[in-house]
């Protein structure tokens, strides 16, 4: 494999082939990749083989202890079914080649089932992504989603079919950046999730939005909506449609102080851009109590199961 720094144009490569599969994961997002700081986006290498796509970089020294001892961190493959294990065998020719140890990330259940006993694999159940049926997002139907119809309908009492009210779904455009800024500072400072380990990723998360607030301008792979209330903004939600015809919502932020704004953020961006996708992935939890028990309470047909696979021994 040749190996070279990865650049902006190759994701319209990655996007190709990722059309051919039913890939259910976000690895291969722009947002994901060039957001969070523990990819390293600098330090990221692309390698084109024909029909199979592979990435690699070296994470920051503050994550590398926590993943592997080896120089490079891979990602799962990017091909079609047949040629994963033949994916994975040019994988670990390469890491033998370079002297290095073998540590491919975040691959999927689909992938290993097909690689069978050949590897080591770890499980981390924090790092599985929530699989939704776009209908039951969006029609909400049926007693388990009970009290969610109830929240949507209190908040549409309350501040969009009120006497003056002015509330209203919309797209995101340039002059909302101050006004949804402002939102995630108070959203942070709410500290809806009590947890020391999701404050200090409260400055990668910072990191990601900015990145979204440019990608939702101008690119039709990515959108944005707000839900503006009387001129504030107490609503955000970013998100965008795979190749592979997945819908994943990436950020979803709110303002806890106007009851029922999660649930209507939701079904509002589901309504508005997930309507025919195969799954809509609401991402993993990060072993958060609180963000687990929200994600549950929307009942996910499935998970993307992520599983780190190594050389066995």
Known sequence: MQFEKIKDENFVRIAAL???????????????????????????????????????FRPHDKYKEDV???????LPPLTTSDKIAEA???IEDQ?????????????????????????????????SEYLYAPSDLIDLRGKKYHSKRNHIANFVRKYKSGE??????RPYVPDDRKGVLSLID??????????????????????VIALALKLAVGRDEYFADV?????????????????????????EKGNVNYDGVYPYLCNAFARAHFADVRYINRQEDMGLEGLRRSKRSYHPVAFCEKYAVKIKG
């Not at 003056?164 to 779904?169: A, I, L, N, R, T």
């Not at 955000?236 to 990436?250: A, K, L, Q, R």
């Open 18 to 56: 990722q059309r051919l599969t039913e890939y259910n994961g976000s690895e291969y997002s722009m947002l994901y990749l060039k957001g969070w700081d523990f990819f390293n986006y600098p330090s990221m290498e692309f390698s084109d083989c024909k029909d199979r796509i592979f990435i690699r």
């Open 68 to 74: 592997t001892d080896g120089k490079y961190v891979y």
């Open 88 to 90: 994975y065998g040019m």
């Open 95 to 127: 890491c033998r080649e370079d002297g290095d140890v073998m540590y491919v990330m975040s691959t999927p259940k689909e992938y290993v089932d097909i690689l069978g006993d050949r590897y080591e694999y770890v499980f981390n159940e924090d790092y």
């Open 164 to 169: 003056g009210s002015d509330c209203v779904f």
């Open 186 to 207: 108070g959203w942070e400072e709410s500290k809806e999730f009590d947890s020391e380990e999701f404050d200090g990723m409260a400055d990668d998360e910072l990191s």
């Open 227 to 251: 839900v503006e209330c009387d001129g504030r903004i107490i609503g955000f939600s970013f998100g965008e449609i795979t190749p592979s015809g997945v819908g994943i919502t990436h950020i």
